[in-house]
């Protein structure tokens, strides 16, 4: 975007990795609802598109704003009028430096724990956000034991109504065919042989696109499918290696079978996995799906950033940080503008690239000294994404984040079809989870943005033989 608005100025990409990642077969499906895969790119594509930029291979050691100068750890420094932070976030890992903890969050991981998969019987996986839920359901022929603090599944993204809907598919035996996936993946050449080190979670890797797990042969040793058993409302308390557990002299469990006397387990695993409900279980490994945290460590030395309570860099509804010439943008920053009543931040894709773009307009805006008014993208929540095959549309406050006690939920359900919620407040929607082919989106969208009084419409309003889409039209 901005080597588009400033065709004859120098525009560098200072970038870790050494593939950059493009946003393709980008498809507008409403006013705010987009859909997009992301793809993995030799970073010479860019700059042959764009004469004007050079991506610059190496990390960034530090940042001294005063001298708008950015210095990488190849030892070089480079000058800059206008600099956006777009270093993302890193995964939450519940223990760092232990070599059967796995974070995901990039290809990279994604690869590492593939490789760990082919040889593992069980694995426990820790978390309840997007990665998990997919995980979860994309693993075969090993047993998970999943680990949530919530009292049900994918609550970063619905609640335990839609948890109910999707779960029958979670222990389905049999698998629909995978739909073929449309993003090419690049190996960076020399990075197969040399085998990562296993602790290389500082590494950062590039982010997961929404459907990271296709392509990766996840499955496990054992034959079975699906053997999935969920342990609620708790958390990882302590982790045992195999020789810590053996001095422990406790016992731990085998996979639960639904009967109610759960046998201890005989076998031997290399980590075992203490949970705060007083369960222990032996894995393979863990898996550490628990969200991430802004990726602010080189550039916060030095400088005095405004920081959010998530740990992110405060941005103006300009995306300007706190600092001059300054800008962020994506899972680096945190929104620090009065939001509208229907938009909060998530940092999912769509999000960073709507903050990517719209960054580069203020940037240029702000140079050519023109005022410039908020992006309509940040008007609407709005996300689409696949769970278990389904599609999956959040717009507004789905989950009525922040509307207190003052709100009610109108539910329409068919099991292995589609589930319909939609947030109610005085009459007004603020916010829908639809899972399958509902074909409201547009609509919905529609009556969260115009805030119009539906109360005259009741229970109607999701009445089955009525035809919604038409009558809003």
């Avoid at 800008?327 to 909060?344: L, N, Q, R």
């Avoid at 549309?393 to 003052?406: P, T, W």
């Amino acid at each position: 975007k901005l080597a588009a608005e400033f065709p004859s100025e120098d525009i560098f990409l200072i970038t870790a990795s050494p593939v950059i990642k493009a946003v393709t077969n980008f498809k507008q499906v409403s006013k705010t609802l987009e859909e997009f895969d992301v793809e993995e790119q030799p970073s010479s594509l860019l700059e042959k598109r764009y004469p004007n930029i050079r991506v610059i291979q190496s990390g960034v050691k530090e940042l001294k704003s005063d001298e708008h100068k950015i210095y990488t750890e190849d030892g070089k420094e480079y000058l800059y009028e206008k600099l956006c932070l777009c270093a993302g976030a890193k995964p939450k890992l519940i223990v760092e430096g232990n070599q059967y903890v796995l974070g995901i969050r990039d290809t990279d991981s994604a690869q590492a724990f593939q490789k760990n998969l082919a040889e593992a019987e069980r694995i426990v996986v820790v978390g309840n956000g997007g990665i998990a839920l997919e995980l979860v359901y994309e693993i075969q022929g090993c047993e998970v034991i999943w680990a949530i603090k919530d009292k049900a599944i994918g609550n970063t993204f619905f609640d335990a109504g839609a948890a109910e809907f999707l779960i029958p598919k979670l222990t389905a035996e049999s698998q629909e065919t995978p739909i073929e996936c449309k993003r090419t993946k690049y190996t960076v050449e020399g990075s197969e042989e040399k085998g990562r080190p296993t602790a290389a979670s500082d590494k950062l890797g590039s982010a997961l696109g929404p459907d990271w797990h296709e392509g990766l042969h996840l499955k496990g040793t054992k034959e079975f499918s699906h053997k999935v058993h969920i342990e609620i409302l708790c958390e990882v308390k302590k982790i045992h290696l195999q020789q810590e557990f053996i001095q422990l002299q406790q016992t731990s469990l085998t996979f639960p079978n639904g009967e109610k006397n759960v046998e201890p387990d005989e076998v031997l695993w290399p980590v075992y996995v203490e949970l705060t409900n007083g369960k222990i279980y032996g894995c393979n490994f863990i898996v550490s799906a628990t969200g991430v945290v802004p990726n602010v460590e080189p550039f916060l030395h030095g400088n005095n950033f405004a920081v959010g309570e998530d740990g992110g860099l405060k941005v103006d509804k300009h995306m300007h940080t706190s600092l001059p010439d300054v800008y962020a943008a994506g899972d680096i920053c945190t929104a620090a503008w009065e939001p509208s009543p229907v938009w909060h931040q998530m940092r999912l894709w769509t999000q960073a690239r709507q903050m990517g773009w719209y960054a580069a307009k203020c940037m240029a805006a702000d140079a050519l000294g023109e005022s410039i008014d908020m992006d309509f993208s940040f008007e609407l929540f709005a996300h689409i994404t696949k769970f278990f095959n389904y599609k999956v549309v959040v717009l507004g406050k789905y989950n009525a984040q922040g509307l207190g006690s003052d709100h009610e939920l109108m539910l329409r359900c068919t099991k292995g079809h589609e589930y319909v919620k939609v947030v109610m407040q005085n009459g007004r929607m603020m916010g829908a989870v639809l899972i399958g082919e509902t074909d409201l989106e547009e609509t919905f969208e529609n009556l969260i943005l115009n805030q119009m009084d539906l109360s005259a419409y009741g229970e109607d309003l999701l009445n089955p033989d009525i035809d919604i889409e038409d009558y809003f039209d």
